[in-house]
């Protein structure tokens, strides 16, 4: 019998990519997914790639009574929990918005783990928590600055709140993934990154970008990096996702209660180098303009990846060369 794994969120980028991942391992995940930003074609993909349709809530982890109704229907042995909103400028324009659904949603999922036994949480967390570090790269340990953004701000208390549940909760066990960049798709092109309207990333900005659908703003060239943009650490979504499952087995294991991971590549690219090796690879060009800095961007970051490396024997296999490729492959099939 494969144990079975809530995934909130699961329709999204990082989300649909891990359930593959999981599957492959082994578990069988359970998607929570209100649909709120993304299309309902990743499922398409996803069921075209598992060769199965992926059993689907369509639920908001905010109403506790939906979400009950989930955990006593299932053998629930592990949650994670992508579920959230993630737009920085959006956060800006909206905080209270942010607040309660990023910190409403992870309230809900603590309690209803308590009430229905389940041990193992693995928590989207970000690399925003640590605002603009003194020294790169940034290590687990490394003093949080204050928030550049309110998405930043509830990724932080998102981690506080989990930190104290353990506090008073001894059998819960939890990962905090703070995730650099994510980037790239599926190899087969079927699934990939696909929000709801204008995107806010670098990445599907720069997709679009490339089929001539809009022109890319490079916010800020002025920054004190080698080439004044800029600088992140970009990891491919599929490394990324196996990373939640190492998270699972580890949490199986452990006698550690809660402990953070950076997910990155370990090194850092400017958003010129990024989009001069999207050329590259994808032989397209990439028109673009200089504008002014982004509100709440730090200026650089990037990740020390060895504590996942040593306690969850993870690594990545993909490079940012096939994460590009893979992430403008999957922008094709978009339109067919
Ligand atoms: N960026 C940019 N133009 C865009 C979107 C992003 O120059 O249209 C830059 C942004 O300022 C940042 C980098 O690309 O330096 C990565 O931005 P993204 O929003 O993808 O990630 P985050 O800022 O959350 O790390």
């Known amino acids: 019998m494969r144990k079975q794994i809530l995934v909130t969120g699961g329709v999204g980028f990082i989300g649909s990519h891990t359930i593959l991942s ?49 955990f006593k229907l299932y053998n629930i042995s592990g949650v994670i929990h992508f ?15 942010y607040k309660r659904n990023n910190l409403d949603s992870l309230q809900v999922i603590l309690k209803l783990m308590d009430q229905h036994q389940v041990h193992h949480l693995v928590f989207s967390s970000s690399a925003t928590v640590y605002g ?36 008073s909760h001894s059998t819960f066990k939890s990962a905090l993934l703070r995730y650099f960049n994510p980037i790239g798709a599926h190899p087969s ?18 997709n679009q970008a490339a089929k001539g659908q809009r022109e890319l703003k490079i916010f800020g060239e002025d920054y004190n990096t080698p080439d004044g943009t800029c600088i992140r650490d970009y990891i491919h979504v599929m490394d990324l996702a196996d990373a939640h499952v190492k998270a699972l087995t580890w949490l199986e294991e452990t006698p550690l209660q809660v402990e953070a991971f950076n997910l990155g590549q370990g090194k850092g690219d400017s958003v010129l180098e990024i989009i001069r090796l999207y050329e590259k690879v994808n032989q397209i060009k990439i028109p673009f303009e200089i504008a002014p800095r982004r509100s709440g961007d730090v200026e650089q970051i990037w990740a020390d990846v060895s504590k996942a490396k040593k306690l969850l024997n993870w690594s990545t296999r993909f490079s940012s060369e096939e994460a590009l490729l893979h992430s403008f492959q999957f922008e094709k099939m978009i339109d067919q």
């Open 22 to 70: 999981l599957h492959n391992a082994g578990y069988e995940p359970i998607i929570v997914d209100n649909l709120s930003n993304t299309h309902t074609s990743i499922l398409d993909g996803l069921s075209s790639i598992l060769g199965h349709s992926p059993k689907l809530h369509v639920v908001d982890c905010c109403d506790e009574e939906a979400m009950n109704a989930i």
């Open 83 to 97: 579920a959230a909103f993630k737009s920085v400028a959006e956060s800006v324009a909206e905080p209270e918005k």
């Open 132 to 167: 603009q570090p003194d020294v790169n790269p940034v290590l687990e340990e490394t003093p949080w600055k204050e928030a550049a953004s309110p998405y930043g701000w509830t990724k932080q208390e998102g981690e506080r709140m989990i930190q104290a549940f353990a506090q």
């Open 189 to 206: 092109g079927k699934i990939g990154e696909y929000p709801i309207g204008i995107p806010n990333n670098l990445i599907p900005l720069v």
